[in-house]
């Protein structure tokens, strides 16, 4: 085991280093600049809605319609600040891959950009809301992916990207990003009751995957 190490260290010294240029002399001002983060939403949101949608992210809190609407506004602002044209519900479903569905900020009807609360918290991946030319009825969708606000936002080229997990009508997980989040929530609950045995003012433990 040792020696294969030493041959992976050896591999590495002996490839050619590749230059890249820093946007910007600072990390600090550039890093995560295409993230919808936690800075980000304290800087656009108000204060009492910042403070909803922290408390929704930490205890797992259901996100009401008037927040809702207000972090579509605010990322839709942010995005398109930086260029987005589009949006899409970025999920993981049990193939292996991932997938996506993408609508475009700019509504035919009014003539306007719009990006509501609904839009941002559920879509229908399958298309079900698509003519089907009488194979099934259109609203009948197989599948839903709905938002996971523990997982930032994010620009992709000229797309705005929300991370989302991936269900059926009835409720079975469709993705593999559903069951990390039960499992995270399950381990935080049950450490969360013997952290309180020593510590009473331990409300929430927050389990983390180091590079080891």
């Known amino acids: 085991m040792a020696s294969l190490r030493f041959e992976a260290l050896k591999k590495l010294s002996e490839r050619t280093r590749v230059h890249v240029d820093m946007p910007k002399p600072v990390v600090s001002e550039f890093f995560g600049e295409n ?3 936690i800075e ?7 204060p009492a809605i910042f403070k909803k949608v922290s408390a929704a992210i930490k205890n797992h809190e259901k996100i009401d319609e008037v927040t809702a609407d207000a972090v579509a506004q605010a990322a839709k602002a942010w ?27 700019f509504d035919a009807i009014s003539g306007l950009e719009k990006f509501k609360g609904s839009e941002l918290v559920q879509q229908e991946p399958d298309a079900s809301s698509f003519p089907s030319g009488g194979i ?19 620009l992709y080229g000229k797309t705005l990207s929300i991370p989302t997990i991936f269900v059926s009508y009835t409720g079975e997980t469709l993705d593999t990003k559903s069951p990390l989040l039960k499992a995270l929530k399950e381990v ?6 013997v952290c309180q045995l020593f510590d009473k003012d331990i409300q929430h433990v927050v389990a983390s995957l180091g590079p080891e």
Request: proline fraction near 5%; glycine fraction near 8%; aromatic fraction near 14%.
């Open 35 to 37: 993230v919808f983060g």
């Open 40 to 46: 980000q939403m304290k800087a656009t949101l108000s």
């Open 79 to 105: 995005a398109m600040s930086k260029g987005a044209t589009h949006f899409t519900h970025w999920f993981q479903p049990m193939t292996g891959g991932t997938a996506e569905k993408h609508d475009s900020f």
């Open 136 to 154: 099934r009825s259109t609203f009948e969708a197989r599948g839903y992916t709905a938002w996971d606000p523990t997982s930032p936002m994010f």
């Open 188 to 193: 935080d609950l049950s450490a969360t009751k």
